[in-house]
Every structure is written in structure tokens, then in C-alpha cells.
């Protein structure tokens, strides 16, 4: 059994989240069982007993729409994680009630507590696993040992280190750690000026921020990992003015087609989302106007469905497919506690 964790989104008038909707009608092709959890429904409830004795096992049931489900055995059910991990306040620039906080970290407790437990095989991602690779410092840092190229960073809130980035670098470009949407817009990646900085130092001094070398570049890619197959989108950003510095601007345009990799970076990608722990992922790639490929990012819940209907359902069906195989794949407990070490154990 697939169990997903999904909410509604508001994007689609509170209809399911499309990429659930794409990935189960797969499920529904081959007749695998699943069943969706939505954290906000009014009419979905979750109920988890921990094991409090050896011989009383652990027990979830969930109320689906009035129908219950019951799992007791081991190895119950595969787990996968489409909610969000942050409050929609923070995510449109607002510092977000006390009640929601403690709803998001009563929820996040719940769904840890779920990925660790012996009903559990495995988490499509798990919540360590996004946890770690959500922080873009870490990122970089396992970029450049995996042997991928970055561009010159300096992560900063200081203005003078900010400002020496440009003795090395033609042009410099400004990115936030987390998204940012409010009243003003949405926050994008944006090329900065050395006198921006100088008049803005107060401003600059607020918050840490990503600066980085701005590299000339041919196209982009959008690489998407799941377990080891790999998909890559080809991003023709360079041809619209509105794409050229961030593609995102421009994600309802045509300039997404089925893209490559040279076997090097692969590979080095490869190491780069096994060590991470993560099963799905969606990378960012500059291709330099000379023809070598950048690491921008990692993206541990990437959307894919905008790259369009064929490529969107190769990537669908992948990740489908990986949910099935991890299904009926037996896993020992001694196992699923070696790969939680590990992944401990790197970070640290």
C-alpha cells in the first residue's frame, strides 16, 4: 500500500494537488492500491499508536471520507510526502500566526514519527532527507566534493564581503534561501550592482543572502533524479528576455524540451543524490556559453508538471514507478536504521 500525504492546493480551487492526480493515474493503470490523506481535509483524520510494549506493535489508522483503514504489520505501507513543509504565511513573506506554528510542528512530529516506525518501509522523501538537503549551504558543499562546478559564491549579510565578490566576477547575482511572495511580487533571482549594494547597506545587513558569480550561459537544464534514473529538461531560458535570468518567470512558455548530460556530471550527480539520502529530486544546471555545466541547486520537492504533458508524464511514471518497486521491495528493520546512521553520520 502507498499512502500520500497531499493537501489541497489552492492554485487549482482546493482541487488535489496535479501532481498527485498525474502519479495515481498511473497507479490506477497497473492496479496498485494507494490511498490519499489530505493534512487539511475536514473529513481525513489521522490516529498513530507507538509501540508501547514488545508485544503490543504499533498501530495507524487513517478516516478517509468516513471509510477506515487500519495497518498493524510491519512494512505496511510505502510513504509518500507531497505536503508542505513550511506555513503559506512564511512562504508570502509573513511572519505567520502562533496557532499555525504549532499546527505545522504537530504535523511534522506526526509524519517523523511515521517515516521511523516499523509499519513504514521507506518515505518518498524522508523528512531527514529534506531537512538536510533544504539548506542550500549543504548543498554546495556536497556539489563541490561530489566534483560538480558551482559559480564564486559568498554567503553573506556583510556588505563589504558582498562588495569583493565583484573584484572577481563581471556581473553578480542575488538569491534568497527560501521563497518569497507578498504584496510587492515574488521574489526572483536578480542581477545586482556593486552601488546597489553601497545604497542598500543597511538593507543588505538585515539577512544573509546568495551571491554568486554571474555566468553567461547557452541554456539551462532541470534534472530529475528518482532512485538512480535520470531525466533532464533542457531549458531554452536565453531566448526570452523574461527567462533569461530566471526561467521561472517564464514557466507557461514553450522552452522546456527533453535535454542531456554529459556522462561525467551525471555520474557526479548520481553520487551527489545518493549521498544526500533523498529518492526524488529536481536539480538546477547553468550550461556555459563554452558548454560546461553549472550546479545551481537542489530542489528536494521540485515540481516537474510545467516542463509539459510528455515529459511531465516520463517523470510522473518514474516516480510512480519507484513507489511501486519500493512497495514490494522486502526491507529489514536493521536495514532502514543502517541508511538513517549514514545519512546522520555525513551531515554531522
Excluded at 542581477?191 to 554568486?212: K, L
Aim: glycine share 6%.
Amino acid at each position: 500500500m502507498i499512502i500520500i500525504l497531499s493537501q489541497e492546493c489552492r492554485l487549482t480551487q482546493n482541487r488535489l494537488d496535479p501532481h498527485v492526480a498525474s502519479v495515481t493515474r498511473y497507479f490506477k493503470k497497473v492496479g496498485q492500491d494507494y490511498l490519499i490523506f489530505k493534512r487539511h481535509h475536514p473529513k481525513h483524520f489521522l490516529s498513530f499508536q507507538p509501540q508501547t510494549s514488545l508485544d503490543k506493535p504499533p498501530r495507524l489508522t487513517l478516516q478517509l471520507d468516513g471509510a477506515l483503514y487500519e495497518f498493524k504489520s510491519k512494512n505496511s505501507f510505502t510513504l509518500w510526502n507531497r505536503s508542505k513543509s513550511y506555513l503559506d504565511a512564511e512562504k508570502n513573506g509573513q511572519v505567520g500566526t502562533v496557532d499555525q506554528k504549532f499546527r505545522m510542528l504537530q504535523w511534522r512530529q506526526v509524519i517523523n514519527a511515521l517515516e521511523s516506525s516499523s509499519l513504514c518501509k521507506g518515505a518518498v522523501n524522508t523528512s531527514l532527507a529534506n531537512y538536510h538537503m533544504d539548506l542550500k549551504i549543504n548543498q554546495l558543499n556536497m556539489a563541490v566534493g561530489c566534483g560538480l562546478t558551482i559559480p564564486n559564491t559568498v554567503i553573506s549579510n556583510d556588505p563589504d564581503e558582498i562588495l569583493n565578490l565583484f573584484n572577481h566576477c563581471n556581473q553578480v547575482i542575488y538569491k534568497a534561501f527560501t521563497p518569497l511572495v507578498n504584496e510587492k511580487g515574488t521574489l526572483y533571482a536578480t542581477i545586482i550592482s556593486a552601488s546597489q549594494i553601497e545604497h542598500a547597506r543597511d538593507s543588505v545587513g538585515v539577512a544573509p543572502g546568495i551571491y554568486q558569480e554571474y555566468i553567461q550561459k547557452a541554456y539551462e537544464l532541470r534534472v530529475y533524479v528518482i532512485g538512480d534514473q535520470v531525466i533532464v529538461v533542457k531549458i531554452d531560458s536565453q531566448q526570452q528576455a523574461l527567462t533569461k535570468h530566471d526561467w521561472r518567470r517564464g514557466q507557461s512558455l514553450p522552452i522546456f524540451t527533453k535535454g542531456a548530460l554529459s556522462p561525467t556530471v551525471e555520474r557526479q550527480l548520481l553520487n551527489f543524490h545518493q549521498q544526500s539520502g533523498l529518492a526524488y529530486a529536481a536539480y538546477d544546471f547553468i550550461v556555459t556559453l563554452q558548454g560546461q555545466e553549472i550546479f545551481l541547486e537542489c530542489n528536494p520537492g521540485g515540481q516537474w508538471l510545467f516542463v509539459g504533458n510528455v515529459l511531465g508524464e516520463k517523470i510522473s511514471e518514474a516516480l510512480a514507478s519507484y513507489l511501486i518497486e519500493q512497495d514490494v521491495t522486502e526491507i529489514s528493520a536493521s536495514s532502514k536504521k543502517r541508511a538513517v546512521v549514514k545519512l546522520c553520520q555525513h551531515f554531522n
